[in-house]
């Protein structure tokens, strides 16, 4: 279980004490017991040590997990060489299946709107994009398509003009690094932002690529936009609503909205925090401030 559920001792914290350390070394000697470890399997943490039954246990495949991995002895690690979420990402990454991530991206000229100091909307999203294949494994493969009133048609997703860099990471990473860098710009004639058309269609298409490949892939939508702007929202966002389902699914399509500059209680933010939470992902509110630091969380946690 420590793949997938890594312990860490908060050592550091202003609040760990002598009586806390006492609590903390008892539970952790109590967690790799041998007995313990059996009865949380049961519960689907993965033994460490000890054989997975694989005809019993309820780490497999249907569950989402890989049960033949070996887990092998607990890795005690004293102290952090590296941050924490890059720490724990590098003991586990085997773990995790190939991740095929569609990023929906607001290519609307409202992007371009200034945040002082001569800097803009875009200025401070593009200077964070590249941090997502920077980090993402090298079997990971990004998928990109733009938006505004509707889908951007043409080469590099329709967000620029020249040819988007396909593959996985492993043969794209350098190329994808730029290309989010450097290669993207909104266009500026254009304000109107249809965001529920564009995700519902995205939803679909990617929907139709996981029936091909069944189990192999993880799916994710990374959806960053503003408000939507069209009319008859409502009737919209239940459209929306209605193709995405509910469907609690270890393998199901996984959705993180981050809403840029976006309007709190607005049908706009209401429909992608209910959509994030029927897919088990993560709704963002974010501006020019915090969208590095929503970025970079979410590229190191998948």
């Given at each position: 279980?420590?793949?997938?559920?890594?312990?860490?001792?908060?050592?550091?914290?202003?609040?760990?004490?002598?009586?806390?350390?006492?609590v903390?070394?008892?539970?952790?000697?109590?967690?790799?017991?041998t007995?313990?470890?059996?009865?949380?399997?049961?519960?689907?943490?993965?033994?460490?040590?000890?054989?997975?039954?694989?005809?019993?246990?309820?780490?497999?495949?249907d569950?989402?997990?890989?049960?033949?991995?070996?887990?092998?002895?607990?890795?005690?690690?004293?102290?952090?060489?590296?941050?924490?979420?890059?720490?724990?990402?590098?003991?586990?990454?085997?773990?995790?299946?190939?991740?095929?991530?569609?990023?929906?991206?607001?290519?609307?000229?409202?992007?371009?709107?200034?945040?002082?100091?001569?800097?803009?909307?875009?200025?401070?999203?593009?200077?964070?994009l590249?941090?997502?294949?920077?980090?993402?494994?090298?079997?990971?493969?990004?998928?990109?398509?733009?938006?505004?009133?509707?889908?951007?048609?043409?080469?590099?997703?329709?967000?620029?003009?020249?040819?988007?860099?396909?593959g996985?990471?492993?043969?794209?990473?350098?190329?994808?690094?730029?290309?989010?860098?450097?290669?993207?710009?909104?266009?500026?004639?254009?304000?109107?932002?249809?965001?529920?058309?564009?995700?519902?269609?995205?939803?679909?298409?990617?929907?139709?690529?996981?029936?091909?490949?069944?189990?192999?892939?993880?799916?994710?939508?990374?959806?960053?936009?503003?408000?939507?702007?069209?009319?008859?929202?409502?009737?919209?966002?239940?459209?929306?609503?209605?193709?995405?389902?509910?469907?609690?699914?270890?393998d199901?399509?996984?959705?993180?909205?981050?809403?840029?500059?976006?309007?709190?209680?607005?049908?706009?933010?209401?429909?992608?925090?209910?959509?994030?939470?029927?897919?088990?992902?993560?709704?963002?509110?974010?501006?020019?401030?915090?969208?590095?630091?929503?970025i970079?969380?979410?590229?190191?946690?998948?």
């Amino acid at each position: 279980y420590f793949i997938e559920h890594p312990i860490c001792k908060l050592t550091g914290a202003d609040w760990y004490n002598d009586d806390v350390a006492e609590v903390a070394d008892n539970f952790v000697d109590w967690i790799v017991n041998t007995n313990a470890k059996k009865d949380l399997e049961d519960y689907g943490f993965r033994p460490s040590g000890i054989a997975i039954n694989k005809t019993t246990s309820i780490i497999n495949e249907d569950n989402g997990c890989n049960p033949n991995i070996d887990s092998g002895e607990v890795t005690k690690l004293d102290s952090a060489t590296v941050p924490t979420a890059m720490c724990m990402r590098q003991l586990y990454q085997n773990q995790k299946k190939d991740l095929q991530l569609t990023i929906l991206l607001d290519m609307s000229g409202n992007i371009q709107q200034s945040v002082g100091d001569g800097k803009s909307r875009w200025n401070a999203l593009s200077d964070t994009l590249p941090t997502i294949p920077i980090v993402l494994g090298g079997n990971d493969k990004i998928n990109l398509t733009c938006f505004e009133e509707d889908i951007l048609p043409g080469p590099g997703g329709g967000c620029a003009e020249i040819t988007y860099p396909n593959g996985t990471l492993a043969s794209s990473r350098d190329a994808l690094v730029n290309y989010f860098g450097n290669s993207l710009a909104p266009r500026r004639d254009q304000n109107d932002v249809h965001v529920f058309e564009a995700l519902n269609q995205t939803f679909l298409n990617v929907a139709e690529a996981e029936d091909f490949y069944l189990t192999r892939f993880r799916y994710i939508i990374l959806v960053i936009t503003e408000d939507d702007t069209g009319t008859d929202q409502s009737a919209r966002a239940q459209s929306l609503l209605d193709t995405i389902g509910l469907e609690f699914d270890p393998d199901q399509i996984h959705i993180y909205p981050i809403l840029y500059f976006g309007t709190e209680g607005d049908i706009t933010a209401t429909t992608l925090e209910e959509i994030a939470t029927r897919t088990n992902g993560q709704f963002a509110s974010a501006t020019d401030e915090n969208i590095a630091e929503i970025i970079e969380e979410f590229s190191y946690y998948w």
